[in-house]
C-alpha cells in the first residue's frame, strides 16, 4: 500500500499537472470504485482543480465550489499519467480522468488497481465539513515533537509494529515503512509501548523522521521531473521489508519474516530482539519444541 513517503510524492507531482486545470470528464470502468452517491461525479466535471492534499494514505483532490474526490489507492490501487484520451486498461483500468485547459499539454489520469480484489475507493463530497469521516486523527510525525509523538504512541498499549501502522495513532505508515522504522530504532516489532524506555522513545520518534524523510527524498530523485510509476512497497535498497533471507545490511544476519493476515513484519533477530527468534504463529505451531530459540540455533539446524 502507498504510504506517506510515496503519497508525498504523488502529491506533489499531481499539483504540477492538476492545479489551475479543469477536469473535464471522468470515465468510470469499475462502478466499485465509487462509494458514494450525493453528490453524483459528473458534478466533478468541467471544475478547476485549486489543490491536492494527503489525508493519511488518502489523497483529497480539491475542486473549485468546495467539491471534494477522496481517494484510496489501497494496496494495489495506482495511478499513471497519460496522453489526453488515453484508453483504460483492460484488466486492471479503474477510470480516467481527462484533464485540459492551463498551461502544457491536455493529459488524463488513469487509476488502475492490480489483483482480483478491487479495494480502491473514491469518494465525493462537498464541503470541508464533509472531510471529517476520512480523517482518522493520526499524528502527522514530521509536523510533531517528541513530546507529541511519546502521547501518540503510549496512548493505548500494543506492540509498536501495530501501534505505527495505527491510523488513528500515526497518519501515513504501513506495513513496509514500519518495518524500516523499527530496523533503524533498533527495537522489536513486537515490543510493548508501555514497555518502552525514554531513550528508546527518542530513538524511535527520531527513526521514523529519519526513514519518512530519506524515503521521501529517494522517490523524488527517483521519479525526478517525470511522474511516479514505479510506486512499490518492495524495493531493494530498504534493510529489511521484503527481504526475508536476504543479510541484514548492517549485521549479516539473515532477515527474518513474521506472516500473519495479508501482511508480513519482517526484522533483524541480531539487531533488533538481542538474537532471539519471534515465534511465526504458524511454523511455530507447527514445529512447537523444535522451533529455534536464536539466530545462531537457526544457522546450526540449517548447516
Given at each position: ?50 489543490g491536492v492534499r494527503r489525508m493519511g494514505k488518502r489523497i483529497v483532490f480539491e475542486l473549485e465550489g468546495d467539491l471534494f474526490l477522496v481517494l484510496h489507492l489501497m494496496i494495489a490501487g495506482r495511478l499513471r499519467w497519460r496522453d489526453a484520451g488515453a484508453g483504460i486498461p483492460g484488466r ?131 521519479v525526478g521531473e517525470g511522474f511516479p510509476e514505479k510506486v512499490t512497497a518492495f524495493r531493494k535498497e530498504m534493510a529489511v521489508h521484503g527481504r526475508y533471507g536476504e543479510p541484514c545490511p548492517d549485521c549479516e544476519a539473515p532477515v527474518q519474516r513474521i506472516l500473519y493476515a495479508e501482511n ?40
Amino acid at each position: 500500500m502507498p504510504e506517506l513517503p510515496d503519497v508525498t510524492v504523488y502529491i506533489e507531482r499531481l499539483r504540477e499537472k492538476l492545479v489551475g486545470r479543469t477536469l473535464q470528464r471522468v470515465r468510470l470502468k469499475s462502478m466499485f470504485l465509487l462509494r458514494s452517491v450525493d453528490p453524483p461525479l459528473s458534478a466533478a466535471e468541467g471544475r478547476a482543480f485549486v489543490g491536492v492534499r494527503r489525508m493519511g494514505k488518502r489523497i483529497v483532490f480539491e475542486l473549485e465550489g468546495d467539491l471534494f474526490l477522496v481517494l484510496h489507492l489501497m494496496i494495489a490501487g495506482r495511478l499513471r499519467w497519460r496522453d489526453a484520451g488515453a484508453g483504460i486498461p483492460g484488466r486492471i483500468g479503474l477510470a480516467a480522468f481527462d484533464i485540459t485547459g492551463g498551461e502544457g499539454k491536455d493529459g488524463t489520469l488513469l487509476l488502475t488497481e492490480a489483483g482480483s480484489k478491487k479495494r480502491a475507493s473514491l469518494h465525493v463530497v462537498s464541503g470541508e465539513d464533509a472531510l471529517a469521516p476520512f480523517e482518522r486523527g493520526g499524528l502527522e510525525v514530521m509536523d510533531a515533537d517528541v513530546d507529541a509523538f511519546t502521547a501518540a504512541l503510549t496512548r493505548e498499549n500494543h506492540t509498536l509494529k501495530r501501534s505505527l501502522t495505527d491510523p488513528r495513532l500515526f497518519s501515513g505508515i504501513g506495513n513496509a515503512y514500519s518495518d524500516e522504522i523499527l530496523h533503524r530504532a533498533r527495537l522489536s516489532p513486537f515490543k510493548q509501548t508501555a514497555q518502552l524506555k525514554p531513550d528508546e522513545t527518542a530513538r524511535l520518534f527520531a527513526a521514523v523522521r529519519d526513514v519518512l524523510a530519506e524515503w521521501t527524498d529517494r522517490l523524488r530523485a527517483e521519479v525526478g521531473e517525470g511522474f511516479p510509476e514505479k510506486v512499490t512497497a518492495f524495493r531493494k535498497e530498504m534493510a529489511v521489508h521484503g527481504r526475508y533471507g536476504e543479510p541484514c545490511p548492517d549485521c549479516e544476519a539473515p532477515v527474518q519474516r513474521i506472516l500473519y493476515a495479508e501482511n508480513e513484519c519482517n526484522y533483524c533477530a541480531r539487531c533488533q530482539t538481542g538474537g532471539k527468534l519471534l515465534k511465526d504463529r504458524v511454523l511455530s505451531q507447527l514445529l512447537k519444541d523444535d522451533w529455534p530459540k536464536t539466530i545462531e540455533e537457526l544457522e546450526e539446524r540449517k548447516a
